[in-house]
């Protein structure tokens, strides 16, 4: 089992829950400290101690569900220049829950979404 946690477009009701619903065994509302960014169809998210608590889900899924999710997020391997997003270890901002993100280094120049939640 893995745990992984998710603000965006893989949030329960959004346009590619579809994608993990089968491999999820448990989802936990939750939050991590950074910034949200907006890409359009979809956020990006910039990790930050000083920043603001990002509303999303802790989801504990069956392993085969990390390949299709590093798919969707573009990404390749620690540091691979291919990468959309980086995944990080992180732990929740005030509870115990602790995995996988799908982050960016910086804002890319998108704006800031100025609420804790994309959805």
Request: hydrophobic share 35%; glycine share 8%; proline share 6%.
């Amino acid at each position: 089992m893995i745990s992984v946690f998710v603000y965006g477009t893989l949030r329960s009701g959004q346009s590619a829950r579809h994608r993990i619903e089968p491999y999820i065994l448990e989802c936990n509302p939750g939050s991590v400290t950074g910034y949200l960014y907006n890409a359009g169809a979809w956020p990006g998210l910039v990790i930050d101690p000083q920043g603001e608590e990002i509303a999303g889900e802790w989801l504990l899924l069956k392993e085969e569900a990390l390949p299709i999710m590093d798919e969707w997020e573009d990404y390749y391997g620690p540091e691979d220049s291919r990468n959309d997003y980086e995944r990080i270890w992180t732990r929740d901002s005030r509870q115990s829950y602790e995995g996988w993100v799908y982050i960016w280094k910086n804002d890319r120049d998108f704006p800031r979404i100025l609420s804790n939640s994309w959805v």
